[in-house]
C-alpha cells in the first residue's frame, strides 16, 4: 500500500462546477496535512494546510479532513480553467519524520 | 524576500559526468529540502537539512548523490556519473523550524536530462 494515495485522473469538470480531489493516507497518526497545486513544467503551489478534522475553507477553496477514516480530500467551486493543473496531497506521516510524503496527483481539467 | 532559488534552470549532461545543483532557500527558512519529481509522479524525498546539518537521507538515494549545507544557507546537490535515470525535475524547497509542519515553499526547480 502506497503511504499517500491519490487517483491520477484526469478529472474532468465543466466550468462553474464542484471539482472533488480525494486522498488517503496510512498512518493514523498523521498530523499535517497539505494540498499543493502543480502547472505543468512549473514546481508545486501551496494553496491549503488542514490540521484538525472538519472542513477548512479559503476562497473558493475547501479542505476536508477525516482522520478517523485517514481521508483528505480538496473541494474546488465555481471551478475555472485557470484550475486546470496536476493537485497534489502531501502528508507529513506520523512515522516519516520532519518530511512531507507526496502522493502522485490528480490532474484535473476544467471544461469550457 | 524572493522567494527559493534555483539554479540553473535545466541542465542537460551526457551520460557519466557529474552535475551539481544549487538553492538558495528563504532567508528566515533554516530547513532546506530535495526532492526529485519524475513524470506523471508526485515529489520523491532526497534528503533535508536543519541549518548546515543534514538530518535525514533517503533509503533510496545512490551514494552517486550528495548534498551539502555549509554555512546553513545555501545547498549544493551534486551527482556523480549521471545516468539516464537520474533524469528527472529536483526540487529545492525549505520551511521553519516547524518543518513540515508548516508546508513547504519550493523553488522552479533544476531540470536534468542525461543523454
Known amino acids: 500500500q502506497k503511504e499517500v494515495e491519490q487517483n491520477s485522473g484526469p478529472l474532468s469538470v465543466p466550468e462553474g462546477a464542484i471539482a472533488s480531489l480525494n486522498c488517503t493516507y496510512s498512518?493514523?497518526?498523521?498530523?499535517?496535512f497539505f494540498w499543493y497545486r502543480q502547472y505543468s513544467g512549473k514546481s508545486p503551489e501551496l494553496i491549503m494546510s488542514i490540521y484538525s478534522n472538519g472542513d477548512k475553507e479559503d476562497g473558493r477553496f475547501t479542505a476536508q479532513l477525516n482522520k478517523a477514516s485517514q481521508y483528505v480530500s480538496l473541494l474546488i467551486r465555481d471551478s475555472q480553467p485557470s484550475d486546470s493543473a496536476t493537485y497534489l496531497c502531501?502528508?507529513?506521516?506520523?512515522?516519516?519524520?520532519?518530511?512531507?510524503?507526496f502522493g502522485t496527483g490528480t490532474q484535473l481539467k476544467v471544461e469550457l | 524576500d524572493t522567494g527559493v532559488s534555483q539554479n540553473p534552470r535545466h541542465k542537460i549532461t551526457k551520460r557519466g559526468q557529474n552535475v551539481t545543483f544549487r538553492c538558495d532557500p528563504i532567508s528566515e527558512h533554516n530547513r532546506l529540502y530535495w526532492y526529485r519529481q519524475t513524470l506523471g509522479q508526485g515529489p520523491e524525498f532526497l534528503t533535508y537539512?536543519?541549518?548546515?546539518?543534514?538530518?535525514?537521507k533517503s533509503r533510496l538515494l545512490s551514494d552517486r548523490f550528495s548534498a551539502e549545507r555549509p554555512k546553513g544557507s545555501f545547498s549544493t546537490l551534486e551527482i556523480q556519473r549521471t545516468e539516464q535515470g537520474d533524469s528527472a525535475m529536483y526540487l529545492c524547497a525549505s520551511s521553519f523550524t516547524g518543518g513540515a509542519g508548516y508546508g513547504y515553499t519550493f523553488g522552479s526547480g533544476t531540470r536534468l536530462t542525461v543523454v
Open positions: 498512518d493514523r497518526g498523521s498530523q499535517s
Open positions: 537539512f536543519q541549518n548546515e546539518a543534514q538530518l535525514e
Open positions: 502531501a502528508v507529513n506521516l506520523e512515522g516519516g519524520g520532519n518530511k512531507l510524503t
